[in-house]
């Protein structure tokens, strides 16, 4: 299993776990330990990784984290736990306390569903107030799969890792930014937009207006950003459907594809239906795609712009397919290729929804 079912196994194990686990070390043994043990160090291994490392600076309260992950006899990483239905926010400073006694190059902060990675992006050795990496477990998404790769004992590598910190950083700080900035536009940001739109001066009024219409327009950009990926969903998985649609059932004794041949008829077939479709569309736009069960007529040579379709199997029992709105059609039966033209009407509805 690779690192990313592996983490994937490990949100949906701590789904299913959280509610039961009532004590900060019941959290660490259900969900933190295996998460060390998914980024692939031995928890029972005091060479990879130690439990209750003395943190203390001061020599006096005898401070320890939870979890130290070492390399090479260096501490690289400390790790604080806390319950999982503890707030991480009034804990960061018990983190840099730590931090700074170790000498790690990276402190995690987690209670098993949220998980802060820090590091010293601005001044060394002193922990950055700002995580790099911030996720919780149950919405991982594919970039935070990618950087938590990093810290695997497989590939970690420190300055590989503070190269790509310091843009999480600053990644992150900026869609804070722009967040607050859609939602809650503060009137310099209001004034600097209106001033590209608003012919007149922005008076207060008109800035009082201007703050409700940036508000609208950041929330329809986002929608439809949105939307444009869902529509990109959409159509691969139209693709795909079409593609298997596409694909002819392979039976015992049938051709293969190697083995198709496009007959004079389907070519003959194939020039009538691009004659007719030159009233609506350059004939270059037209192509033919043969295939085991049938010949397909498309726009663009794209299958998701079906025109028609040629059931020419059976020379006896030749039958043409116009293709509806919904990539079906109801198969004719002709006697002729001429009798083709009878259905131009429909050939050339097809295509118009192409152009």
């Known amino acids: 299993m690779d690192f990313k079912d592996s983490i994937k196994q490990l949100a949906k194990r701590a789904g299913e776990l959280k509610n039961n686990l009532q004590t900060e070390e019941a959290t660490k043994n259900a969900l933190i330990m295996p998460f060390i043990q998914t980024l692939g160090y031995d928890v029972f291994n005091p060479l990879e ?14 401070e320890k984290i939870d ?7 260096e501490t690289i990483m400390v790790i604080e736990c806390k319950h999982w239905q503890q707030s991480l926010d009034i804990h960061k400073a018990q983190l840099a306390r730590y931090f700074v006694a170790s000498k790690a190059k990276f402190g995690l902060l987690t209670n098993g569903i949220e998980y802060r990675f820090y590091t010293d992006l601005v001044k060394t050795n002193l922990m950055d107030e700002v995580p790099f990496l911030e996720f919780n477990i149950e919405q991982l998404k594919e970039a935070q799969i990618k950087s938590l790769e990093k810290f695997t004992k497989e590939n970690f590598d420190v300055d590989n890792i503070m190269n790509s910190a310091s843009e999480l950083k600053f990644v992150s700080e900026v869609k804070k930014i722009i967040k607050e900035l859609i939602e809650n536009p503060n009137p310099d940001f209001v004034k600097m937009l209106a001033k590209q739109v608003y012919p007149g001066n922005v008076t207060s009024s008109v800035l009082t207006q201007f703050t409700d219409i940036v508000k609208k327009a950041g929330a329809s950009y986002v929608n439809d950003k949105i939307s444009e990926r869902l529509n990109i969903v959409v159509q691969t998985n139209e693709a795909e459907q079409q593609k298997v649609e596409d694909t002819p059932v392979e039976v ?12 004079q008829t389907e070519m003959e077939a194939y020039y ?8 609506v569309i350059p004939g270059e736009r037209v192509t033919m795609r043969d295939a085991i069960s049938y010949c397909s007529i498309f726009i663009d040579d794209n299958n998701r712009k079906p025109v028609c379709r040629l059931h020419f199997n059976n020379e006896s029992n030749l039958r043409l397919e116009p293709v509806g709105e919904d990539g079906k059609g109801e198969k004719y039966k002709i006697e002729s290729l001429d009798e083709i033209y009878k259905y131009a009407d429909q050939l050339i509805e097809a295509a118009k929804r192409y152009i």
């Open 272 to 279: 009538i239906v691009k004659s007719i479709l030159r009233e």
């Open 49 to 62: 990784v130690v439990p209750e490392m003395d943190c203390d600076l001061t020599k006096k309260k005898g």
């Open 252 to 263: 015992p004794g049938a051709k293969k594809d190697s083995e198709v041949v496009t007959t």
């Open 67 to 73: 979890y130290a992950i070492m390399k090479d006899g």
